[in-house]
């Protein structure tokens, strides 16, 4: 009976230590990343090499992990302070310092090679760049200036460019259309996240994370850079059409995408309650993959 008890405890642990390794990569988040990398590359490469294209899927997802998984290792005291946190591994001691630690590095590693072998060089020191950026600038801002989302925006963008890179083998082919890309997933994280922000204020001061774009918080100015920002996504996702990258099936598909997520944004800055704040960054999530897929069949 002790023996079978024994078994039972040793399996459950080994279940939590999965779960907490899973929950480590920040899955979602992780899926939605190689998503950007992968369309990116569908969309500006000339031929596709399966191999190469998987290595970019699985070797951007380790990347990423490693970039999750460290900012957790940094955050852990403070995780412990949120409510929407709490429950991290690390939190709650679910996994070691030492176990994450191993768990991202070997993440890294992985990752930077699978993307240095099997697509170029360049990929794969563009894959340690995002984790350097993401876990030691970025994470360390938050608690000092609201720049740090512009900051955090530049490695949560690079997927877009590693994707293209993998496409063209190198940055002096890499094509406008890509860069374009680039700039498109770089804007629309300013209203993703300060609506993520806005109904998170509280949990975040907990922890004295400094993430809405005015000094003052949850204020007016605040409202007004989450309306402005997401005008500007609206016209940046315009570019493409503009420069005849692609026609006007996917510019349409582009402009309502973009007048869906704005009147969520004016209802917010009209009324700046959580509920619309939610609303909107439920938006940005949808938003996000409608556009890259409808770039990417250029219609």
Not at 21 to 27: A, I, V
Not at 241 to 252: D, K, P, R, T
Request: overall charge positive.
């Amino acid at each position: 009976m002790e023996t079978s008890s024994s078994h039972i405890s040793s399996q459950t642990a080994s279940t939590s230590k999965f779960a907490g390794f899973l929950q480590l990569t920040k899955f979602r988040l992780g899926s939605l990343v190689v998503f950007s990398a992968v369309i990116t590359y569908l969309t500006v490469c000339e031929e596709i090499i399966s191999l190469q294209l998987l290595a970019l899927g699985l070797g951007g997802f380790l990347v990423t992990s490693a970039a999750n998984g460290f900012n957790q290792i940094i955050e852990k005291d403070l995780d412990k302070l949120m409510h929407r946190t709490r429950q991290r591994p690390m939190a709650t001691g679910v996994l070691s310092s030492t176990e994450a630690f191993i768990f991202c590095a070997a993440c890294g590693i992985g990752g930077t090679i699978l993307l240095w072998i099997y697509t170029n060089p360049l990929c794969g020191i563009l894959g340690f760049v995002s984790i350097i950026l993401y876990a030691l600038v970025y994470t360390p801002l938050k608690r000092v200036t609201p720049l740090s989302v512009f900051v955090g925006a530049f490695p949560g963008a690079l997927p877009t460019l590693i994707g293209a890179v993998a496409a063209t083998q190198g940055f002096g082919e890499v094509k406008f259309f890509a860069i374009l890309l680039f700039l498109i997933q770089f804007v629309w994280q300013f209203p993703h996240f300060w609506a993520l922000a806005w109904f998170n204020s509280d949990d975040y001061a907990r922890a004295d994370f400094y993430l809405l774009p005015s000094n003052g918080g949850k204020d007016q100015a605040s409202q007004f850079q989450i309306l402005l920002y997401s005008v500007f996504l609206l016209l940046t996702s315009m570019l493409p059409f503009v420069f005849q990258f692609v026609g006007l099936i996917s510019a349409s598909v582009c402009l309502l995408a973009g007048m869906a997520l704005l009147l969520q944004a004016y209802n917010f800055y009209r009324l700046p309650t959580d509920a619309h704040a939610k609303k909107l960054f439920l938006v940005t999530l949808i938003y996000l993959p409608v556009v890259q897929l409808a770039l990417m069949t250029k219609f």
